[in-house]
T-cell receptor, first 118, second 114 residues
Framework: AQTVTQSQPEMSVQEAETVTLSCTYDTSENNYYLFWYKQPPSRQMILVIRQEAYKQQNATENRFSVNFQKAAKSFSLKISDSQLGDTAMYFCAFMKHATQGGSEKLVFGKGTKLTVNP | DAMVIQNPRYQVTQFGKPVTLSCSQTLNHNVMYWYQQKSSQAPKLLFHYYDKDFNNEADTPDNFQSRRPNTSFCFLDIRSPGLGDAAMYLC?????????????FGDGTRLSIL
């Protein structure tokens, strides 16, 4: 079974600075997807960024980028120029590549609560 | 405009009294999911539908059931809620299977048991 570990329950950063959230996972699969989801207080969870394991290039979405180390099974999220609106719970998640006719589920880590301070 | 809508946002029920949580979507997605998220824990998948095909996770308690009467709506029924069922319940949708089909989440329903 796949597991996802986020070792930082809480983090804080000053506005405009950069912060990195850690995530490691355990799997015997070779093809899979990794995700970072953001869940602001009392608001819906939204997808921040996605990485396909067969792609060596790290995914980037504006101020959000990942450092994907497949051999180390590490998938960290870097947030540059942090903004107050980045305050949220961040979940790292894993999904196996779906086989034909099959379904695969998201496996989430426990989350990191990020606070951006003014 | 909200695309995955969960009602109500907060639900209080009594120990053992059946309760139903509602989810609707305007995305016309094929797949709908229900997750349970307890405090300080990761969301845990309970079950999902692909169209009308129901898929139950092996460790989902029998106390939890679901209905999907049409594409737009999906319900979570808890037959006899216990104190351990107090949690946030998240509904999500996706167009299809797989990691290239992102899941869209609702705001969640926070369930309290008295």
């Amino acid at each position: 079974a796949q597991t996802v570990t986020q070792s930082q329950p809480e983090m804080s950063v000053q506005e405009a600075e950069t912060v990195t959230l850690s995530c490691t996972y355990d799997t015997s699969e070779n093809n899979y997807y990794l995700f970072w989801y953001k869940q602001p207080p009392s608001r819906q969870m939204i997808l921040v960024i996605r990485q396909e394991a067969y792609k060596q290039q790290n995914a980037t979405e504006n101020r959000f980028s990942v450092n994907f180390q497949k051999a180390a099974k590490s998938f960290s999220l870097k947030i540059s120029d942090s903004q107050l609106g980045d305050t949220a719970m961040y979940f790292c998640a894993f999904m196996k590549h779906a086989t034909q006719g099959g379904s695969e589920k998201l496996v989430f880590g426990k989350g990191t609560k990020l606070t951006v301070n003014p | 405009d909200a695309m995955v809508i969960q009602n109500p946002r907060y639900q209080v029920t009594q120990f053992g009294k059946p309760v139903t949580l509602s989810c609707s979507q305007t995305l016309n997605h094929n797949v709908m999911y229900w997750y349970q998220q307890k405090s300080s824990q990761a969301p845990k998948l309970l079950f999902h539908y692909y169209d009308k095909d129901f898929n139950n996770e092996a460790d989902t308690p029998d106390n939890f059931q679901s209905r999907r009467p049409n594409t737009s709506f999906c319900f979570l029924d808890i037959r006899s809620p216990g104190l351990g069922d107090a949690a946030m319940y998240l509904c999500a949708t996706s167009r299809g299977w797989g990691g290239n089909q992102p899941q869209h989440f609702g705001d969640g329903t926070r369930l309290s048991i008295l």
